[in-house]
């Protein structure tokens, strides 16, 4: 054993090594997150179904859920394909993100866009960043995908704001919350 330590990155895994040119570990992540990520979106759209499926915007909802969905499967071929473990935590975004929609749905129309306003933005964050981390040697098509599926969560968040999202009463403090316990799933899905 020498008592030289190898460099770590943020999350206690191994730098790439050399040929190695994304990472196999930072690789494996970023489809660990982006597939629970879109799990739980796909989930959110369920619960907000099931409150206001049969109101005028329940078609916008169900158009929302299927592009979640495709974006789900796409990195659940991913998961396969690479050979990455998905997250422990889908059990958790399974009831989260229903209840998530379900709830902010039973608070009304309104509320129901702004937390698909609050997702959407957060989602959007997310996958620029990625995006940015992304150089075209590195994974071209991961690349692609991401920004493909980027331009739709931010038609999503579009929607939610022509159908008055930001008129819900409390709707800074309803984004923020919904915002940050995003960013806490977007961290521990990563890892766990």
Not at 168 to 181: Q, W
Request: hydrophobic share 40%.
């Amino acid at each position: 054993m020498s008592d030289v330590q190898q460099p770590r990155d943020q999350v206690g895994v191994a730098p790439p090594q050399p040929g190695d040119r994304l990472g196999q570990a930072r690789m494996a992540r970023m489809i660990r997150v982006d597939h629970a990520g879109e799990y739980g979106a796909e989930r959110i759209y369920a619960g907000q179904i099931a409150v206001l499926g049969n109101t005028p915007i329940g078609d916008l909802l169900r158009h929302m859920k299927e592009q979640e969905t495709h974006h789900k499967e796409t990195f659940s071929g991913l998961v396969v394909k690479r050979r990455v473990r998905p997250t422990a935590l889908l059990p958790i975004w399974h009831v989260a993100g229903f209840a998530l929609g379900a709830v902010t749905a039973a608070m009304g129309k309104r509320a129901a866009m702004a937390c698909t306003v609050a997702v959407e933005e957060a989602i959007d964050e997310h996958y620029s960043e990625q995006a940015a981390s992304l150089s075209d040697e590195d994974e071209p098509e991961l690349r692609a995908t991401i920004e493909r599926f980027r331009l739709e969560e931010l038609e999503h968040r579009e929607i939610g704001l022509e159908n008055e999202a930001e008129l819900t009463p409390g709707y800074r403090v309803l984004s923020r919350v919904i915002k940050a316990g995003c960013k806490v799933a977007i961290a521990v899905s990563e890892v766990v």
